[in-house]
């Protein structure tokens, strides 16, 4: 046998002992519907949003706008004679219960309005002829700045309850989102007392309260914030007879600031 045939019987050979390399079905379907997947996903996202989308969303907005006009008009009404932009009085009358609250809420214009009241308190005190030697400024401001008590005694007086958007929690089926365009149900518009502290109703007045506080700060400044402190919101926590609010022993002089400042309807802005 010459050399050359023994070269091609070789090769022929080694051909037909090598293995062919193939992808298993299983595997050719998987990469064909993961294909088919991908183009898929691309084109849906290439996709104009639905009208129906579209119209809920435009009705929406349109809500969101005639609600605003109604928190506007309250905030510019209690606080004359400012002027309160819409963004600010919808976050600061929308509470984080509400549905509204992924579009906006007051939960950081009432951290800030807290820090703002704690601040203006310690001022008043430590400035008032009352101030003991050993006075605790701990235990003064958690009684004065409860948040359930501003919500008792402060929030009725700027009427927040009438348009305030926020959720009750433990009233069975009337626990549903209230608002300015919503009626107030009997119950809670009655509610008092541990009553309305058991469906958090304070809770949400008062952290409202503070949030008026921030934004106030925040828009206007702070010597509108702290007349805003001495005529609207100090005598409202001098309550007689309880340990709640502000300490007895500081009434008068709250009293007598909130009268120089021109009583509690005295000019906000000079």
Not at 91 to 96: C, E, N, V, W
Not at 122 to 145: C, G, K, T, V, W
Not at 181 to 207: C, F, Q, W
Request: net charge positive; proline share 6%; with cysteine.
């Amino acid at each position: 046998m010459s050399k050359t045939w023994e070269c091609a019987l070789a090769l022929r050979r080694a051909a037909s002992c090598r293995k062919r390399v193939s992808v298993p079905h299983a595997i050719r379907f998987q990469a064909r519907s993961v294909s088919q997947v991908a183009q898929t996903v691309g084109t849906s996202q290439d996709l104009p949003p639905s009208s129906e989308a579209s119209t809920l969303s435009n009705r929406l907005r349109a809500d969101w706008r005639k609600q605003d006009t109604v928190l506007v008009d309250h905030l510019n009404k209690v606080f004359s004679p400012l002027q309160f932009p819409p963004e600010l009085a919808s976050r600061i009358l929308t509470h984080a219960s509400h549905p509204d609250a992924k579009r906006r809420h007051n939960g950081r214009l009432s951290f800030v309005g807290r820090r703002v009241l704690q601040s203006y308190l310690l001022m008043f005190i430590h400035s008032s002829p009352s101030l003991q030697p050993n006075e605790d400024y701990d235990r003064l401001l958690e009684y004065a700045l409860n948040t359930y008590t501003l919500g008792e005694h402060v929030a009725p007086k700027w009427e927040l309850g009438k348009v305030l958007k926020w959720k009750p929690m433990n009233v069975g089926n009337m626990s549903k989102p209230l608002g300015p365009d919503v009626e107030i149900p009997g119950l809670l518009a009655n509610v008092r007392g541990d009553n309305a502290r058991s469906v958090g109703m304070y809770k949400v007045h008062g952290t409202t309260v503070e949030a008026v506080v921030g934004g106030v700060f925040h828009q206007f400044g702070g010597a509108v914030a702290h007349r805003l402190f001495h005529t609207r919101l100090l005598p409202n926590l001098c309550i007689e007879g309880s340990r709640e609010g502000l300490h007895p022993r500081y009434h008068e002089h709250a009293l007598e600031v909130c009268e120089r400042m021109g009583g509690r309807k005295g000019p906000l802005l000079r």
